[in-house]
């Protein structure tokens, strides 16, 4: 590193925030740990930059405060203190940021933040600064939003978040070999997939400040037990750096898995810019298992990882779907609402400890209303490249989350998959009346169900997350799943009506129809694809007028 460059997070302005006004700027860490009360939110490039600064800035409190604590000290009576201060403790953290004041420079020249030093490949050469961005493609340009020198070179601050990134969510695939490491064959490091956040489903609490955001995602203990932080549980930057990353290195706790060293990294400064970067893999992690020390994902049992390693069971990280709103996949935040002893899915860590706030001592209170953040990649192609972004919340009562709210919980767990059970009968009817119209193609008929699923995937949205938000102590669980079917029943039907208006007359007749696995279905007609229909909503979302019915019926 030069010595006569250098750029201190802990000084220099960086992290973009919003503060109470609306307006965006950037902040060194010192004014954001300052303003944290008067901070909107974080604002930075991509919602994955938010989540992987928040977890860097969650890693500073934690061990700032740490010192003061006794070892006895109950966390829930660690965690109120902080809450019902007016501000975060900054003279703990000031003494914290000053104790390690050079290893936040990015520009330091023994331990450059996130970096390595002197870190350099045979040729001595480096790669276009695009390496690590996530949002610029690394071929074709055309439709980059960058041009001119921001396509070209970063500034310092830049630099600096997207450093913090590349180590939480870079994509995989071959990097450059560097000098020293004993993985390098013939001048490359091959895979070992993608940064440690980007194997998560990532989730965190959103309040109505930073303060608030901050506080509601520490976690003042282990997240299995109820001690307070091991000493053993260290970020990168107290951490000696290694010049080569290794296969076998293990976690030490949350702190370790915030800042884990995916990559090894240089930044190449000149002229007041970044211009290049060496980037090569870093410390390997494998995924399962690793819920005890990372708090802010789900857990999905994995029957194929079982199989494979003769043990039982095997958690993975449960990953967001870019096609699936995070209400649909509430198991995401509650986990499975099954008695198994090895359930399909676990709850976040975050969220058992939310839970405790709720529960113990009613430090959160429980008429308080929490947005839940959903942030993360999809990837392709052997997660060498990001196919989509996922961006999305909702937001519910803290009641909830308490060991009362069970019962609502397993209803809107019951409510979104049943609803959902609705939207693809709906997309079956699209689909059959396809038939009934004579067409045959599988495309063509895969298309209308798709088309008429995603419509009412869309209107449905809306009005499920305000219904979720307004669950709370004084809801019943048999009048609240009354209302959510007679509303979903609406907006679904309204969607089937809106298909039969735009229908060929010949569908009245119909026309010879097969399933999409060429077996002969017989004769297709749009009234009796409107049976079909009808006799399917009713099973996924029966009212009590259905039921009595088909008595009389009987």
């Known amino acids: 590193m030069n010595q006569d460059v250098s750029f201190n997070l802990i000084d220099e302005p960086w992290v973009r925030i919003r503060d109470e006004e609306g307006e965006e700027r950037e902040v060194s860490l010192l004014e954001l740990f300052r303003q944290a009360p008067h901070i909107k939110c974080l604002a930075n490039d991509l919602p994955t930059q938010d989540f992987a600064i928040l977890r860097v800035l969650l890693a500073i409190l934690q061990r700032s405060v740490s010192p003061s604590l006794d070892e006895d000290a109950d966390p829930l009576e660690v965690w109120e203190s902080l809450w019902s201060a007016p501000e975060l403790p900054l003279d703990d953290i000031c003494k914290y940021l000053d104790k390690w004041q050079s290893r936040f420079d990015l520009f330091d020249e023994e331990n450059p933040f996130m970096q390595v030093a002197g870190l350099r490949t045979a040729k001595d050469d480096y790669s276009d600064i ?7 493609p690394d071929g074709d340009m055309l439709f980059s939003l960058r041009v001119g020198e921001g396509a070209v070179t ?18 995989s695939g071959i990097k450059s070999g560097t000098v020293g490491d004993p993985r390098v064959k013939s001048g490359k490091s091959y895979p070992i997939g993608t940064g440690w956040a980007g194997g998560l489903g990532g989730l965190y609490f959103e309040g109505l400040t930073l303060f608030e955001t901050l506080l509601l995602n520490f976690i003042a203990c282990d997240i299995d037990g109820g001690d307070l932080f091991s000493d053993d549980d260290l970020p ?15 976690p030490t706790g949350k702190l370790d898995l915030y800042t884990w060293q995916s990559r090894r990294v240089r930044l190449i400064p000149e002229n007041g810019r970044v211009v290049g970067v060496v980037l090569t893999n870093g410390d390997k992690l494998e995924p399962r298992d690793m819920r005890q020390y990372e708090p802010m994902t789900a857990w999905r049992r994995s029957q194929a990882q079982e199989k494979k390693l003769k043990i039982s069971p095997v958690y993975l990280p449960r990953a967001h779907q870019s096609d699936r709103a995070l209400w649909r996949g509430l198991d995401s935040v509650f986990g499975d609402d099954s008695v198994d002893r090895h359930p399909s899915t676990l709850k976040p860590g975050l969220e058992k ?3 405790r706030l709720v529960d113990e001592g009613c430090l959160l209170s429980r008429e308080r209303l929490l947005r839940i ?101 004084d809801s019943d669980v048999n009048a609240e799943r009354d209302r959510w079917r007679r509303l979903a029943r609406s907006i679904i039907k309204a969607n089937a009506a809106n298909l039969l208006r735009g229908l060929a007359s010949g569908a009245i007749v119909g026309a010879p129809a097969r399933s999409g696995a060429g077996k002969n279905i017989g004769w297709m007609t749009a009234s009796r694809a409107e049976t079909i229909f009808n006799a399917a909503l009713k099973k996924a979302l029966p009212l009590e007028e259905d039921i009595q019915t088909k008595k009389e019926v009987h």
């Open 130 to 136: 695009k390496k690590i961005i996530a949002d610029m």
């Open 154 to 171: 970063l500034s310092y601050a830049e630099s600096a978040r997207w450093l913090i990134h590349v180590q939480a969510f870079d994509t």
């Open 236 to 250: 990168s930057w107290e951490r000696s750096a290694e010049s080569a990353g290794v296969d076998d290195r293990f």
């Open 353 to 355: 400890w939310v839970s």
């Open 373 to 473: 953040r959903a942030v993360g990649f999809e990837y392709g192609t052997q997660n060498s490249i990001i196919t989509n972004l996922i961006d999305d919340s909702v937001e519910l009562s803290a009641f909830l989350l308490s060991s009362d709210g069970k019962s609502l919980v397993s209803l809107a767990q019951e409510c979104a998959r049943l609803t959902s059970d609705a939207v693809f009968a709906l997309g079956a009817f699209a689909g059959n009346l396809c038939l009934a119209s004579g067409g045959s193609g599988t495309d063509e008929v895969n298309g209308a169900r798709q088309s008429a699923r995603a419509r009412a995937f869309f209107e449905i949205d809306s009005s499920f997350r305000l219904w979720l938000a307004s669950l709370d102590e």
